[in-house]
Nanobody, 115 residues
Framework: QVQLVESGGGLVQAGGSLRLSCAAS????????AGWYRQAPGKQRDLVAA???????NYADSVKGRFTISRDNAKNTVYLQMNSLKPEDTAVYYC?????????WGQGTQVTVSS
């Protein structure tokens, strides 16, 4: 079993920055791809950014150039650096991790961007 603990969400003004962290514990010996998703009220959960075990990345068009996903395999942690935040970035952000044949989700962290 793998447990994911997210942190770093909060309230920020437009143009500000936040860094989300997702720390994995438990049976983490074969962590593969990781990603950050977000879900705004009344909307579906969408992929924001993803990173492979080899550190290849991809981003949703809406966040390209503003968000950066990274990982520290030694710490079993995935990060999402969010800059130039906009009110439309407001959502609950979830981390997602592939470990072996299984997929795990974090509990979600609220990000609110005020205008």
């Amino acid at each position: 079993q793998v447990q994911l603990v997210e942190s770093g969400g909060g309230l920020v003004q437009a143009g500000g920055s936040l860094r989300l962290s997702c720390a994995a514990s438990g049976s983490t010996f074969s962590i593969g791809a990781a990603g950050w998703y977000r879900q705004a009220p009344g909307k579906q959960r969408d992929l924001v950014a993803a990173i492979s075990s080899g550190h290849s990345t991809n981003y949703a068009d809406s966040v390209k150039g503003r968000f950066t996903i990274s990982r520290d395999n030694a710490k079993n942690t995935v990060y999402l650096q969010m800059n130039s935040l906009k009110p439309e970035d407001t959502a609950v952000y979830y981390c997602n991790l592939i470990v072996g044949y299984f997929e795990y989700w974090g509990q979600g962290t609220q990000v609110t961007v005020s205008s």
